[in-house]
């Protein structure tokens, strides 16, 4: 904070020393989607267009809500193999009871992310109690819960989501009225500047050192810049269709996990807990009931992420959540900036990485590249964001910042 009474060229000096010190945060990942979208621009001229951006938004908001749990876990430092078939079992649960008994559609819908979260819940319970390692007890749940998913589906093997069903709207739902993308990003920039006015008067109350007001109007006009550009694009281009519902929903999971994670002390306890869970014993933090819950938290994520990959797909299959769902799950979370290694990572990271995903694969469809291409890129690009954490690791540990 002290290098804000320096003015930007304070900025410039610590942004050197944080560099040099291997503390990257989301350079790189920013980086990487310039990249993208600079190159499969240049192969094809509509992937900025309007229609292209909007079908990533909406192809990047269930992985990205999945990618959020993800997230969660690996700031403990666990993994979590069960995410696939988890979304399975919500999607299953869901058709089941809406459209085979006939249950309410969002009774149906509370209930799938309930079994999400109890399944959750008891991975966690072996993992924290029983002392069974994380990556055993979600590789057997992956096994077990795939086989639930298959008997409810039944021998049919899908049902298809009916017509104005919640489900169909999440990601078939858009709203025409051009105010509704140009409000979310008022708020989005009204709620910015809010919490760095409130962040600037508390620590001026506590006359410690705080952002100028050059600092706050260039940091909330870049916001608005992003917010009012993105709500341009999604409303006045033609083939633009408004602002997309699931970009709403995945926003809100977005903002509300962000708060949960940055601002509360369940939030700094999960850090502690991921950087040594030993000393966060000790200092009093109850480990078991944060690896529980955590697990919960991710299971009903998944479950959530589940009923969106049966929105797009038009409804629940007995392999829904198979292939690469975990994989591209994991690699939103670890592409984003979040560290394999525990106690180091933001929510954000669900947001960026599952946009360099889904980036990459909109433009190799647009280009009529086959799936295995779109494996072996997304494979290296998972891997140069592990080198890069792994290096910028032992860049700070050189550097005495670990």
């Given at each position: ?18 560099v ?21 621009q ?26 959020i749990?993800?997230v969660f ?15 399975g079992v ?24 309930a ?67 140009y409000?979310l ?20 109350t ?21 917010a009012?550009?993105?709500?341009y694009?999604l ?8 602002l ?28 502690a ?26 299971g ?18 007995k ?50 590249m ?33």
């Amino acid at each position: 904070m002290l290098v804000r009474q320096q003015g930007f060229a304070g900025y410039l000096s610590d942004f050197k020393r944080r560099v040099r010190g291997g503390e990257l945060g989301s350079i790189p990942v920013v980086i990487g989607l310039i990249v993208i979208a600079v190159i499969f621009q240049s192969l094809d001229p509509t992937f900025l267009s309007a229609r292209s951006l909007s079908d990533i938004s909406v192809y990047t908001a269930g992985l990205g809500i999945m990618a959020i749990g993800i997230v969660f876990v690996l700031l403990l430092g666990e993994i979590d193999l069960s995410v696939g078939s988890v979304a399975g079992v919500g999607a299953a649960m869901w058709a089941v009871l809406s459209v085979t008994h006939q249950l309410n559609d969002l009774l149906s819908v509370l209930i799938a992310l309930a079994t999400g979260g109890l399944i959750g819940l008891l991975h966690g319970f072996f993992f924290a109690k029983v002392g069974v390692p994380a990556f055993v007890v979600t590789l057997a749940g992956f096994l077990g819960w795939s086989g639930l998913q298959i008997w409810m589906m039944g021998n049919e093997g899908s049902i298809n989501t009916p017509s104005n069903s919640l489900v169909q709207d999440i990601t078939g739902y858009y709203f025409s009225d051009k105010a509704a993308a140009y409000a979310l990003a008022l708020v989005a920039v009204g709620g910015y500047l809010f919490a760095l006015l409130r962040d600037t008067r508390r620590r001026r109350t506590a006359r410690l050192p705080h952002r100028p007001v050059s600092e706050i109007a260039l940091r909330t006009g870049v916001i608005a810049v992003i917010a009012f550009g993105a709500a341009y694009q999604l409303n006045e281009p033609a083939g633009a269709r408004g602002l997309p519902l699931a970009l709403l929903i995945f926003l809100i999971v977005l903002f509300v996990a962000d708060f949960v994670s940055r601002r509360t002390t369940y939030g700094r306890q999960i850090f502690a807990v991921g950087g040594n869970a030993e000393a966060a014993r000790r200092a009093g933090i109850n480990v078991e009931k944060i690896r529980i819950t955590v697990f919960g938290i991710a299971g009903m994520l998944a479950a959530f992420g589940g009923l969106f990959i049966a929105s797009q797909q038009g409804g629940a299959t007995k392999n829904l959540g198979a292939g690469n769902t975990l994989m591209n799950v994991i690699a939103a979370a670890v592409i984003g900036g979040t560290s394999l290694f525990g106690g180091r990572g933001k929510i954000l990271s669900a947001l960026l990485g599952a946009l360099v995903i889904m980036s990459i694969q909109q433009g190799l469809n647009l280009l009529g590249m086959a799936s295995e291409i779109q494996y072996m890129i997304t494979g290296a690009v998972l891997l140069a964001a592990v080198v890069i954490d792994s290096v910028s690791r032992r860049t700070q540990k050189t550097a005495g910042r670990t």
